[in-house]
């Protein structure tokens, strides 16, 4: 079984430069598509609630219906570009949220310059207690800094599965990767933390280098970490303009020869498959 772990679809292409073809760049039957050519079995959709798509969550729910065993929604709970980011009142939107859609779970942007503080806060442990009592699942876009709140946060919701967004924001080109590398690695040390194998075009300092060999060694530092708690995800759409949604595949399946062919098998699929099921049990 193949699952993408991290993909998104929006009404209309959210992001400049202009497309030719708005309506369609970003469309939920694009990324139907890309799953069918390249074998995936499913996908959880990473709602964004971004530019002229503010109404994400509601478009994804409606467009699932049509596709049950291939789609699985991450809604868009108060991330930094939302008026309500950060502010008092946050279990409150998730528990609307997840009342009104049958999610998977949550997804949550935090601001780079954020210390996530809030994640230990009253409506932070409200927010989290919320999710972990519904075994919901956590999908957090963070950076390196943001690490050591987040350990903070698994250790009191040890049964919250929580999925860090591509590599927890981990660049060669920041000047303290050695030092952000640490901070992610640490965190492998709690089981209910988990990093998405995704997003070689952040990661690589030059975007559509592929296979990326000059990053793939901080792969390699979060594998023998990590191992088995990874979770493949291609970032399509957004990835085209750096590589192909099989590349995306390959440059993990093909050219990460250090990990284990068993390894392998739950970073494609078998792990996320695995919380899914916690998820819906």
Not at 33 to 47: G, H, M
Not at 173 to 178: E, T, Y
Not at 258 to 278: A, Q, R, V
């Amino acid at each position: 079984m193949i699952i993408d772990s991290h993909c998104h679809a929006w009404k209309i292409w959210p992001y400049m430069p202009q497309v030719p073809d708005p309506e369609n760049h970003g469309s939920i039957e694009l990324l139907l598509n890309k799953l069918t050519l390249n074998n995936v079995d499913l996908a959880t959709i990473v709602c964004a609630e971004i530019f002229n798509n503010f109404n994400n969550n509601s478009y994804i729910y409606e467009k699932i219906k049509y596709y049950p065993d291939k789609f699985l929604q991450l809604a868009d709970i108060d991330s930094m570009w939302s008026k309500t980011y950060h502010t008092s009142g946050a279990a409150n939107r998730l528990e609307k949220e997840m009342n009104k859609y049958n999610i998977l779970g949550f997804t949550h942007y935090v601001a780079k310059e954020d210390d996530a503080s809030w994640f230990n806060s009253s409506d932070g442990l409200d927010f989290f207690k919320l999710a972990s009592d519904n075994k919901l699942v956590a999908s957090l876009a963070l950076s390196p800094n943001h690490q050591k709140e987040l350990r903070k946060l698994a250790e009191r919701f040890p049964n919250l599965n929580i999925l860090c967004h591509h590599m927890s924001g981990l660049t060669a080109k920041n000047s303290d990767l050695k030092t952000n590398l640490i901070e992610v690695k640490e965190s492998s040390k709690l089981d209910n933390i988990h990093l998405k194998f995704s997003g070689f075009h952040y990661v690589d300092k030059i975007h559509w280098k592929y296979p990326y060999d000059d990053s793939r060694w901080i792969f390699e530092e979060c594998y023998n970490s990590y191992n088995k708690k990874m979770c493949w995800g291609s970032d399509f759409p957004v990835v085209q303009d750096s590589m192909t949604y099989k590349q995306t595949i390959e440059a993990l399946r093909k050219n990460c020869n250090f990990i284990d062919e068993n390894d392998m098998n739950y970073i494609l699929g078998k792990t996320l498959n695995k919380i899914i099921k916690t998820r819906f049990s």
